[in-house]
T-cell receptor, first 113, second 118 residues
Framework: QKEVEQNSGPLSVPEGAIASLNCTYS??????FFWYRQYSGKSPELIMF????GDKEDGRFTAQLNKASQYVSLLIRDSQPSDSATYLC?????????????FGAGTRLAVHP | DTEVTQTPKHLVMGMTNKKSLKCEQH?????MYWYKQKAKKPPELMFV???????INESVPSRFSPECPNSSLLNLHLHALQPEDSALYLC?????????????????FGSGTRLTVV
């Protein structure tokens, strides 16, 4: 089982719709979860992070975390063509007294006009 | 300053060359990271430095040699690379966190060095 799993997509949504991106993780002890957006050929840019169960909203983005189900999701409301990118879920894992950020494979989102 | 600066942005090197990638940050972060990202794949962790000491090596081949000469600078020395080592190399930094929650303000990534080995 991979440490962080995402559906690779592509996920295609029409402009103005809600895009829903999902991620599961294997380490039940993980406490911190990040969503990054990456455009082709560019470095990842942080969208938001979440530590607590429930929802966290930031503008058009909402992160949802369910630690019991080991599941984290990202909702993008009013999707725009400029949101077309790969969305990477990342989980902090604790190993030997140090933490490390592990990425899922990413979901490619395509927003069409 | 809230940036991680990586140089060079692009590098082409032969299999017998020796080159170095450089990463610099002035955010007072004491944890720094090297990631490797191949096309259409996620970033893969290579090394973690904490307080200028190597704390995690993810079984990276010895042809990659990291160095952290001070708290602001992280280098990756490259020697005898193979064409399959061609990738985007990303540097990141964060506050040090010894808890399983990770650093409070997350991780800041540089824009990367696009490496091509010929």
């Amino acid at each position: 089982q991979k440490e962080v799993e995402q559906n690779s997509g592509p996920l295609s949504v029409p402009e103005g719709a809600i895009a829903s991106l999902n991620c599961t993780y294997s380490d039940r002890g993980s406490q911190s979860f990040f969503w990054y957006r990456q455009y082709s050929g560019k470095s990842p840019e942080l969208i938001m992070f979440i530590y607590s169960n429930g929802d966290k909203e930031d503008g058009r983005f909402t992160a949802q975390l369910n630690k019991a189900s080991q599941y984290v999701s990202l909702l993008i409301r009013d999707s725009q063509p400029s949101d077309s990118a790969t969305y990477l879920c990342a989980v902090v894992m604790f190993s030997g007294g140090y933490n490390k950020l592990i990425f899922g494979a990413g979901t490619r989102l395509a927003v069409h006009p | 300053d809230t940036e991680v600066t990586q140089t060079p942005k692009h590098l082409v090197m032969g299999m017998t060359n020796k080159k170095s990638l450089k990463c610099e940050q002035h955010m007072g972060h004491r944890a720094m990271y090297w990631y490797k990202q191949k096309a259409k794949k996620p970033p893969e962790l290579m090394f973690v430095y904490s307080y200028e000491k190597l704390s995690i090596n993810e079984s990276v081949p010895s042809r990659f040699s990291p160095e952290c000469p001070n708290s602001s600078l992280l280098n990756l020395h490259l020697h005898a690379l193979q064409p399959e080592d061609s990738a985007l190399y990303l540097c990141a930094s964060s506050q040090v966190s010894r808890s399983d929650r990770g650093p409070e303000n997350g991780y800041t990534f540089g824009s990367g060095t696009r490496l091509t080995v010929v």
